[in-house]
């Protein structure tokens, strides 16, 4: 030791027996200890001296014990013993890899492993509890006397050098060489833990957590609270000093049996193994079909019993590994502690529980949020929040406990930083294994989130389920959260992420689609958020490398006039600079950044012959940017001047490539390839199919992990195997992809499962590996390329093609350049297209189509290439006519038919279907519908639904529906719940609804005539469906066309739609303008009658292109004759509503056009004719493409 240490250390004082005698300077040889370590080197040399003395052991703690009540002393003590207590992580700032470094770093942790073997006792733990406990005392007694009255510095430092003493000697990782401490022995953590339970400090750590005025220390007691329980398995700590369970004793007899079957086949290979003959004469065999180095069979020269583990490798030397591309070992251990500290930890759950958890998680996530905290410390947080909720789950399960994290909220922040551990996992990668370790943290933390909120469906409290509900509701709505898996599977790295976490990420996720697939199947539809990324194409011009950068070259010869000009102009005395402006004023780049587009305007002017303005522009820019006389010095002559404007003429300076009308011939497909595609967000909701998510997870990354999990099958818990096997039963079984799991890798885990003695144990990984076994070896009957492919990881498209035969993806290949038009083609494309281009009423394109002796190209195709031969000017000549534009009007005679088929079929079973069958003008359902309405031979659609017979329902099936009817019945009570403030209902209280005259004629100058007559159905038959179900909701605006959607985001139309009482989205969740369940069914009329004043006037004769549209409105079944029609007969359709058949489950009421009505009575009627050809399905979706990208 140091001659300067040692007589320090023995200027401190002395032990005799058990009474420490100290020496006079005690308290400076302190500070003096203090001094040296705080200028100790890199190698912790000070730290190591006083260690290897072990004058904590001898010195400090006597000293703390017997000498307490010399205030000075034991402050100067305290702190001593905090900074040679702390982490050797700190000291070092990571684990060294130098050798000299790490054995100074190893040192340094044997050393705190004695301090913490020395604190291990009750009289130590004993003075700081009474300490903390006289400081506490002595505000509580302040506060409650004087009134509020804050506390000395001094003994908050007191205080907090306290509360890290503690957390120091509680994070010393323990010594597994020496302890060896198996379950239910009383390690030296568990020592130090009853050692605080005796002296009272754990009472004092739940003082700190619950009090109000102890606010500071929060961060301090939870992290101290979490060192506590560092090894601690919370299911296992709830259920200690019970009785164990029948369940988890047959769980131990099974895993006895395993061990005891594997015992006895060891033994029964060992027997075999024995030979009574000598090793030497063995014997030599060769194997057949295996060759050597050479040419020959491979020799065998050992006993036939050791052939089974045979292999190419024995006799090898290990391969090295590199240390970057080694597995993530996992550092987590977890141990079963003595009776008795269990016991008392149990207690101290319980406790916190019941009256710090919410208060403490509250603030200490407030610090977090507000950066009060300090680097990492969310750790902490992620961790109580897991431990706290799995006992409290695992014990008496009560949901009030943990309400403070049981939000969505916890979600987002949980999510949160499972995206930034990763991001910093990949950028820092130093420290990637503790970010990876982090990241396990946070996944802990929302596997127990979702594991609590699927325990509260079946607690018996109504007002649990709800709320386990709503936040369901809320989490599968979010597209982050559901995407949240997939990207954890994708992005699994095994050199950075232990095993442990393979297993959690694989436990959460088959935890999470259990509960969204249980959620699908109670709701029946659920309509969730869908990001989608709308391509906006911008042309991307060639720009040459004159013309890049560089201004127009200025012609030779002009600079001479332009410079006699600006000598001229300068002698006049009439230049004045008010008039000019070098910037703009309103243009949205900065005033400083505008210097380079004056000089562009100054050269502009020289090019033009413009000297006077010229010369002006340079004069009122340089009074606006004088920096850097960037435009000359104030104090400039008159030839400087002019030399400067010489520059700026012939300068080649930066210019804004003005767009360019491109050529027939430029217009190609190679300008398809310099497209640059912007992509915006666009937030959509979409009706959610568990299948179509599901497939998400078919890929290699996926199917991976679970072989590679799959691996330890043996050391896995049996929960762990029955997720892996139930994720690839999904992929496999569900989804029709058995192929997926094609893999040589994943083969030889089942032959080695076969082979296990205990594979009795297996049942279900058994049956489910001969299923996958099955399905291969039927598939080599067709496909005997299988063989190969079992070397190889497979995607979705080649499962397709090993199933359906190789080549059936090409032909549906996009990713394939189109091939080139030879000159036969074009002339058959040329000759095509002059014939048919004068032809009225068809297109022209699918005229071509239909023609064209290849079959191959798309209507894109011909399009372009068309452009490129000249025959068209651009490729907007060739769009397509929307739909419904082509109204054919009704002729008399054509309603007078419809009027006779009506009569003749009103009292078949299916009006419609015979109508359509018979009538001599083929319209569309829809048009037939609205065309019945208008003439008021039917009050309601619903009269013109096919009739069904009704059948007996049985016992079971009204239960079902009961429970359906329950189930609709709470999304109508959550749906109706609005906001009693808002414009619904200041137009829930009018009698009657006014358009303002100005708003009437911007909607006629807009031309809104099809959105109006839209808004009006759906207003009528919202009004319909609530006078009959009796129960009003909140109904959102479908707009299915892009005509009704462009409209709904017109400022003019939502002005409109605000006046009617219609309320925008609420919130980032709702898309849809929603009519407010205020509105009754006669307000819905009369605003739906006031929208046909908001219509456009009918056209005068020098417009007849109108008469269609004028006609539409007017027999349209959302009209005001229609309605007064309705109206009338309404009292007369009540009888035959209840002749309608009976719905088949609950439906969510949805607003669709006409066009959507059509299809679903299509749907409906497709079996009315077994006869006729069946109309071809066109998707909803598909209908609103652009013409252009069809193909």
Known sequence: ??????????????????????????????????????????????????????????????????????????????????????????????????????????????????????????????????????????????????????????????????????????????????????????????????????????????????????????????????????????????????????????????????????????????????????????????????????????????????????????????????????????????????????????????????????????????????????????????????????????????????????????????????????????????????????????????????????????????????????????????????????????????????????????????????????????????????????????????????SAGNGPYPPEGVWPALAEQLKHCAQNSELTLDSVVPFDAASEVPVEEQRTEAMVRIQDSLLAGQAPEALTLLRSAREVWPEGDIFGSPDFSLEEEIELLRQIFSAPLPRQQEPEEQGGEEEGEEEEEEEEELQAVQILEKEFNFLDYLRRFACSAVVKACVLLLQSYQKNSPYTNHCVVKMLHRLAHDLKMEALLFQISLFCLFHRLFNDPASGAYKELVTFARYVLAKFFALTEVNRKAFVELLFWKNTAVVREMTEGYGSLDAESSNRKPPKWNPEEEKQLRELYLAHKDIEGEDVIDAILAHLNTTTRSRKQVIHQLVRLGLADSVKDFQRQRKGTNLVLWTEDQELELQRLFEEFQGSDDVLGHIMKNITAKRSRARIVEKLLSLGLVADRRELYKKRQRKPVTSSLL???????????????????????????????DTSVHIPQSLRQILQEEDFSAPILWLQNCLIRIADDREEDGCTQAVPLVPLTEENEDAVENQDFQKLLRKLGIRPPASEQESFWRVPAKLSPALLRRAAASLSQAEPEPQSADRPEQGPRKEKLALAPGSPMAAKKRKNDLGSSEGEADKEPLSSGPQKLQLLDSDGEQEKNESKNKDSDPGSPEPPRIHKRRRFLIEDEDD
């Open 959 to 989: 239960d079902g529906k009961d429970h359906l009817k329950d189930r609709d019945q709470e999304d109508l009570e959550e749906n109706c719940e609005e906001d009693e403030e808002g414009p619904e209902a200041e137009a829930a209280q």
């Open 1 to 546: 030791m140091n001659c300067e240490l040692l007589a320090t250390c023995s200027a401190l004082g002395y032990l005799e027996g058990d009474i420490y005698h100290k020496e006079p300077d005690c308290l400076e040889s302190v500070k003096d200890l203090i001094r040296y370590l705080k200028y100790e080197d890199e190698t912790c040399d000070v730290r190591q001296q006083l260690g290897a003395a072990q004058i904590l052991q001898g010195d400090l703690l006597p000293i703390l014990i017997q000498h307490c009540q010399d205030k000075p002393l034991f402050d100067a003590v305290i702190r001593l013993m905090v900074n040679l207590t702390q982490p050797a992580l700190l000291c070092f700032g990571k684990v060294p890899q130098d050798p000299s470094f790490r054995h100074h770093f190893l040192q340094v942790l044997s050393y705190l492993q004695a301090y913490k073997e020395a604190f291990a006792n009750e009289k130590t733990f004993g003075v700081l509890s009474e300490t903390l406990y006289e400081l506490l005392q002595l505000v509580t007694f302040l506060v409650c006397l004087q009134g509020w009255e804050e506390r000395q510095e001094e003994d908050n430092l007191l205080i907090e050098r306290i509360l890290l003493l503690v957390r120091n000697i509680l994070h010393i990782p323990a010594d597994r060489d020496q302890e060896k401490s198996i379950d239910d022995e009383a390690s030296l953590h568990d020592r130090l833990l009853w050692a605080m339970h005796l002296s009272g400090l754990d009472d004092l750590m739940l003082f700190l957590a619950s009090s109000a005025a102890e606010q500071q220390w929060s961060l301090h007691v939870l992290e101290i609270v979490s060192l506590m329980f560092r090894d601690q398995n919370p299911e296992q700590l709830a259920m200690a000093g019970q009785a164990r369970s029948a369940r988890k004793q047959g769980a131990d007899m099974t895993e006895l049996e395993i061990l005891r079957r594997r015992e006895m086949a060891e033994k029964k290979s060992r027997v075999f193994q024995r030979s009574s003959r000598h090793s030497r004469f063995g014997g030599s065999y060769v194997i057949q079909g295996l060759k050597s180095i050479g040419d020959r069979d491979v020799v065998f020269h050992k006993s036939l019993h050791n052939f089974q583990t045979y292999s190419p490798d024995m006799g090898k030397d290990t391969r090295y590994v590199p240390r970057r591309r080694q597995i993530a070992q996992d550092h987590s251990l977890q141990r079963r502690s003595a009776l008795n500290v269990r016991l008392f930890l149990r207690d101290f759950c319980s406790e916190f529980l019941e009256n710090c958890y919410n208060r403490l998680m509250g603030l200490v996530k407030d610090h977090l949020l507000r950066e009060k905290a300090q680097q990492h410390d969310e750790t902490y947080y992620l961790w109580a929040l897991a431990f706290f909720m799995t006992f409290n789950r695992a014990s008496n399960f009560r949901p009030g406990l943990v309400s403070e994290t049981l939000s969505v909220r916890t979600f987002h922040f949980i999510e949160q930083n499972l995206t930034n551990y990763y991001e910093m996992m990949l950028t820092d990668r130093k420290e990637a294994v503790s970010w990876g370790r982090r990241m396990h943290l946070a996944l802990k933390a929302y596997q127990e989130l979702l594991a609590t909120v699927n325990k509260m469906d079946t607690s018996a409290d109504e007002a649990v389920r709800e709320s386990s509900r709503i936040i369901k509701n809320n989490v599968f709505y979010i597209m982050e959260y559901r995407e949240l898996f997939l990207t954890l599977f994708r992005k699994f790295d095994e050199t950075r992420q232990p095993r442990s976490y393979l297993c959690d990420l694989v436990e959460t996720t088959h935890l999470f689609l259990k509960m969204l697939e249980h959620f699908c199947r109670s709701r029946g539809n659920l309509m969730v958020q869908n990001k989608r990324r709308r391509k906006k194409k911008k042309k991307a011009h060639p720009q040459s490398p004159a």
